[in-house]
């Protein structure tokens, strides 16, 4: 009985949790992502230069990566409900607050303010999943939550398309109205996870007495079998934990390069000004996405993790492929399939790849690692606006950039191919596994 008794406690887990971390995700994403919808009226109105703008859409991960170790650990301290509160309330003010910015400087400053107020969210987030899912339930779970990237896109394009079309009820313009809507909303469902969500099982009214103790005995088994470090800074200094750092800052130079200026692509492929036309044709790669995301991420929990590596590295690189395609082709449809592709392969590859951390760490060391991760993975954001612009000016190519994220695609794909075979989590590591790091 106890095997069907977890595999209903888990299923009641992800009705229960899952839709609601990602509608969070939703929102997130939308408030990090929405300044490339208002990338041409925002500049124009408060004089911010193609470099400025590139130099501030990066910045807010520079206060991203700052406190993120910091704020997962706070996490396990203080409660999940109680810090994802803090988080989107902070956020969703700094996020309304952008409809005031009026110079270079109150940009960089509010852009660097909204990293530090979202800090901890995704490895939160992550690290909350792990206490309540198995191992081997989680790339799907971690796939449902991802549909937070495709569904902030699908639905808030053209929100933040429709938004923009306010320009001027009430004395507004649309770009403050996109800022102000969005970032009340954020404060809005942060208020609402305080009393949702539940910071373990053993609090889950929601679930059975013999649900509790299955996902208890199951997690437990789980954290004592983990080959990796125990402890916070053996989980920020270990070898395997700065590997994944390189992985998913390469994944996220891709992603973000991308997803900054997706509308802004999707408007020169269509000859048509960034609005609730171009707002609905960006949601078309976003769709294919969610798709993909969690046919691929089923089929990955069929696998035994040493293999999830290479459904990790094809999809990648497909996204590489695609966003390549997308700035090869002048054909509007072309174009925009390869966006599709893009998107689909790059948004599939994320939930597999924290399996990795997630199957590896465990303990104080699980809330650092983890942090660690996706502190200077996210460090990508920063980078790749700024590579992008910097390329292009440099080969005078408005293709080079797209071409150069691409590479960093295939550079994590090679490096999924050479990392080492993570023991299957339901085993014990022998001592002598635990360093090794490369294939044998």
Same mark, same amino acid.
């Given at each position: 009985?106890?095997?069907?008794?977890?595999?209903?406690? =888990?299923?009641?887990?992800?009705?229960? +949790?899952?839709?609601?971390?990602?509608?969070?995700?939703?929102?997130?994403?939308?408030?990090?992502?929405?300044?490339?919808?208002?990338?041409?009226?925002?500049?124009?109105?408060?004089?911010?230069?193609?470099?400025?703008? &590139?130099?501030? &859409?990066?910045?807010?991960?520079?206060?991203?990566?700052?406190?993120?170790?910091?704020?997962?650990?706070?996490?396990?301290?203080?409660?999940?409900?109680? #810090?994802?509160?803090?988080?989107?309330?902070?956020?969703?003010?700094?996020?309304?607050?952008?409809?005031? =910015?009026?110079?270079?400087?109150?940009?960089?400053?509010?852009?660097?303010?909204?990293? =530090?107020?979202?800090?901890?969210?995704?490895?939160?987030?992550?690290?909350?999943?792990?206490?309540?899912?198995?191992?081997?339930?989680?790339?799907?779970?971690?796939?449902?939550?991802?549909?937070?990237?495709?569904? !902030?896109?699908?639905?808030? /394009?053209?929100?933040?398309? !429709?938004?923009?079309?306010?320009?001027?009820?009430?004395?507004?313009?649309?770009?403050?109205?996109?800022?102000?809507?969005?970032? +009340?909303?954020?404060?809005?469902?942060?208020? #609402?996870?305080?009393?949702? @969500?539940?910071?373990?099982?053993?609090?889950?009214? #929601?679930?059975?007495?013999?649900?509790?103790?299955?996902?208890?005995?199951?997690?437990?088994?789980?954290?004592?079998?983990?080959?990796?470090?125990?402890?916070?800074?053996?989980?920020?200094?270990?070898?395997?934990?700065?590997?994944?750092?390189?992985?998913?800052?390469?994944?996220?130079?891709?992603?973000?390069?991308?997803?900054?200026?997706?509308?802004?692509?999707?408007?020169?492929? =269509?000859?048509?000004?960034?609005? +609730?036309?171009?707002?609905?044709?960006?949601?078309?790669? #976003?769709?294919?996405?969610?798709?993909?995301?969690?046919?691929?991420?089923?089929?990955?929990?069929?696998?035994?993790?040493?293999?999830?590596?290479?459904?990790?590295? /094809?999809?990648?690189?497909?996204?590489?492929?695609? $966003?390549?395609?997308?700035?090869?082709?002048?054909?509007?449809?072309?174009? $925009?399939?390869? @966006?599709?592709?893009?998107? !689909?392969?790059?948004?599939?590859?994320?939930?597999?790849?924290?399996?990795?951390?997630?199957?590896?760490?465990?303990?104080? /060391?699980?809330?650092?690692?983890?942090?660690?991760?996706?502190?200077?993975?996210?460090?990508?954001?920063?980078?790749?606006?700024?590579?992008?612009?910097?390329?292009?000016?440099?080969?005078?190519?408005?293709?080079?950039?797209?071409?150069? +994220?691409?590479?960093?695609?295939?550079?994590?794909?090679?490096?999924?191919?050479?990392?080492?075979?993570?023991?299957?989590?339901?085993?014990?590591?022998?001592?002598?596994?635990?360093?090794?790091?490369?294939?044998?």
């Amino acid at each position: 009985m106890e095997p069907d008794t977890l595999r209903s406690a =888990v299923r009641r887990v992800m009705v229960r +949790l899952i839709p609601f971390l990602f509608l969070m995700y939703v929102i997130a994403f939308l408030d990090r992502v929405n300044i490339g919808f208002a990338k041409e009226e925002f500049q124009a109105h408060a004089g911010i230069s193609d470099a400025a703008y &590139a130099l501030g &859409a990066g910045l807010f991960f520079i206060g991203y990566a700052l406190f993120e170790v910091p704020s997962n650990l706070i996490m396990t301290r203080v409660g999940a409900r109680w #810090w994802m509160c803090r988080i989107m309330v902070t956020w969703g003010v700094i996020s309304a607050a952008m409809s005031l =910015v009026n110079s270079e400087f109150l940009f960089y400053l509010m852009r660097f303010l909204l990293g =530090v107020a979202e800090a901890g969210f995704f490895p939160g987030v992550i690290l909350y999943i792990t206490y309540w899912v198995p191992h081997a339930f989680r790339a799907r779970c971690n796939a449902l939550f991802y549909f937070g990237i495709p569904l !902030a896109s699908m639905l808030g /394009a053209p929100l933040s398309g !429709a938004l923009l079309e306010l320009d001027g009820v009430a004395g507004i313009l649309g770009w403050q109205w996109m800022f102000a809507v969005e970032g +009340l909303i954020a404060c809005v469902v942060g208020v #609402w996870a305080l009393f949702y @969500l539940d910071d373990s099982p053993e609090q889950a009214e #929601w679930l059975t007495e013999d649900q509790r103790n299955a996902l208890r005995t199951a997690l437990d088994a789980e954290a004592e079998a983990k080959p990796g470090p125990h402890r916070l800074l053996s989980g920020l200094l270990d070898p395997r934990v700065l590997y994944f750092c390189l992985i998913y800052f390469l994944i996220q130079c891709s992603v973000y390069g991308m997803t900054f200026y997706l509308p802004t692509q999707v408007s020169e492929a =269509v000859g048509s000004e960034v609005g +609730l036309l171009v707002g609905l044709i960006t949601a078309i790669p #976003w769709t294919v996405a969610l798709i993909a995301n969690i046919v691929v991420n089923t089929a990955a929990d069929r696998l035994v993790q040493p293999k999830k590596r290479f459904v990790a590295a /094809a999809s990648v690189a497909l996204g590489s492929v695609g $966003i390549a395609a997308s700035a090869t082709f002048s054909s509007p449809v072309l174009a $925009i399939a390869g @966006l599709s592709v893009a998107a !689909a392969g790059y948004i599939a590859v994320q939930p597999v790849f924290w399996t990795f951390p997630a199957a590896y760490l465990t303990g104080t /060391a699980a809330a650092a690692g983890i942090g660690l991760i996706n502190s200077l993975g996210n460090l990508g954001g920063f980078v790749a606006p700024v590579a992008k612009t910097w390329i292009e000016s440099t080969l005078g190519s408005d293709t080079a950039g797209l071409h150069l +994220l691409a590479l960093c695609g295939f550079a994590a794909a090679a490096l999924f191919l050479t990392l080492s075979r993570a023991q299957d989590p339901s085993r014990t590591s022998k001592p002598q596994e635990r360093g090794s790091f490369h294939e044998n």
